[in-house]
């Protein structure tokens, strides 16, 4: 049993007692804490040094992983108090919600099925057998729908939802992208296909119009990311879907001038908050796609659904 006044010293750092609040709750690796707490391995890895020497935590090998959990008695005077001072920390309720996250991903083995199923599919050359073909065959199942793809640029995905949904609304900020698509969708005679000029932060689109709101690797130019969530929110009817896929959190700065970035990726975290406070449900989170070339770009999948 840790001394009540080390154990005190101990906590008087936030980050200390977040991953002790965190432990409470579940038995944890370094690498989720690295996700829930969006921090640095040296920085948990010392903080848990700390407290496993104190007494307060203990840890379990499981083949490679070390799981951590906290060690109180539930009748001890400092398992009374954490939850008070943890209600001190702003980030508190942040953490609580990047653990549930966190918690469904380690259940989510179907996603992890398809990560290493899409690493095959393509290697072995089959005639017929390509992405496009796949992707045209899975859109015919799909029932009619008006999709609003937000970010669109010159829209070549907006034209291939254009093929089988009842309407498509491309959304750039681009006057020239819009001009471009908009005369490419007039020489292919899509007559469900229109181009608006906007941003899609406020896209031009009235509420409750659309049954599916798509960002395809645009929410990074974003200037407010959970304002452009908020919007396809208002844009959505009730039941309708958000679609995101965007990178992962990286470090490639470069991407800033080359791609005109302005988000280096988001984590699984910050988008289930995004979509969370926008107030979709049923959310899940997969990474879906690994670039074997370096900067080595990791493509994240987020769905929800507008109650």
Do not use: C
Not at 140 to 156: F, H, K, N, S, Y
Request: aromatic share 6%; no cysteine.
């Amino acid at each position: 049993m840790a001394s009540i006044l080390k154990s005190f010293r101990v906590l008087s750092d936030p980050t200390r007692l977040r991953l002790l609040r965190l432990l409470r709750e579940e038995e944890l690796t370094v690498a989720e804490l690295q996700e829930i707490l969006a921090m640095g391995q040296s920085r948990i890895s010392a903080s848990l040094a700390l407290l496993k020497r104190e007494g307060l935590v203990v840890d379990r090998r499981v083949g490679k992983n070390i799981f951590y959990r906290a060690d109180l008695a539930e009748d001890s005077p400092l398992a009374g108090l954490l939850p008070l001072a943890g209600d001190e920390i702003p980030e508190s309720k942040r953490d609580l919600s990047a653990l549930a996250l966190t918690l469904r991903k380690r259940k989510d083995r179907a996603a992890e099925y398809f990560n290493r199923l899409a690493g095959k599919f393509g290697r072995t050359y089959i005639p017929g057998r390509s992405w496009q073909a796949l992707a045209h065959g899975l859109l015919q199942l799909l029932p009619p729908m008006v999709i609003a793809d937000l970010g669109a640029g010159e829209g070549t995905l907006s034209q291939l939802l254009a093929r089988h949904a009842e309407r498509v609304i491309a959304v750039d900020s681009s006057e020239k992208m819009v001009e471009f698509g908009a005369g490419v969708a007039r020489e292919n005679g899509f007559t469900n296909l229109e181009y608006r000029l906007g941003d899609i932060e406020a896209p031009p689109i009235d509420d409750a119009a659309v049954d599916v709101a798509l960002f395809s690797q645009a929410l990074h130019h974003a200037a407010r990311p959970p304002r452009a969530v908020a919007e396809a929110f208002r844009i959505l009817k009730p039941g309708g879907r958000i679609l995101i896929l965007d990178l992962a959190s990286h470090n490639y700065e470069q991407a800033r001038e080359l791609y005109a970035h302005v988000w280096l990726g988001f984590s699984e975290v910050e988008l289930d908050q995004m979509l969370a406070g926008a107030g979709f449900e049923r959310i899940e989170l997969s990474t879906v796609s690994r670039e074997k070339q370096a900067p080595h770009f990791q493509t994240i999948l987020a769905t929800a659904v507008k109650p």
